[in-house]
């Protein structure tokens, strides 16, 4: 199963938009809401170099921020976990 994280705040559009189309993929993932926890918006500085959100992780790897986002999957980057997590239910 493929790891993705998602740093979000709950007032946020493009945090919003991100979520539905992970969702929307049949995606799942883990979302740490940073808007009354300093602790994980911390945690999110530190592992993304940015302050703003969302910030995506797959994998341990960070994609970025919304716009990053996007463009990672116009390049066919969610279709590789997404394939690849179809073959791991198949075994």
């Known amino acids: 199963m493929t790891n993705i994280e998602i740093y979000s705040k709950g007032y946020c559009p493009f945090c919003k938009r991100t ?4 969702s929307n993929l049949g995606l799942e993932f883990t979302e740490y809401d940073i808007t009354d926890n300093d602790t994980l918006r911390a945690e999110m500085i530190e592992r993304s170099n940015r302050k703003t959100v969302p910030q995506v992780f797959i994998e341990g790897h960070h994609i970025g921020g919304s716009d990053d986002f996007h463009q990672a999957l116009s390049n066919d980057l969610l279709a ?4 690849r997590k179809t073959s791991e239910h198949a075994l």
Do not use: C, E, Y
């Open 19 to 22: 979520k539905a189309t992970l």
């Open 80 to 83: 590789q976990f997404r394939n």
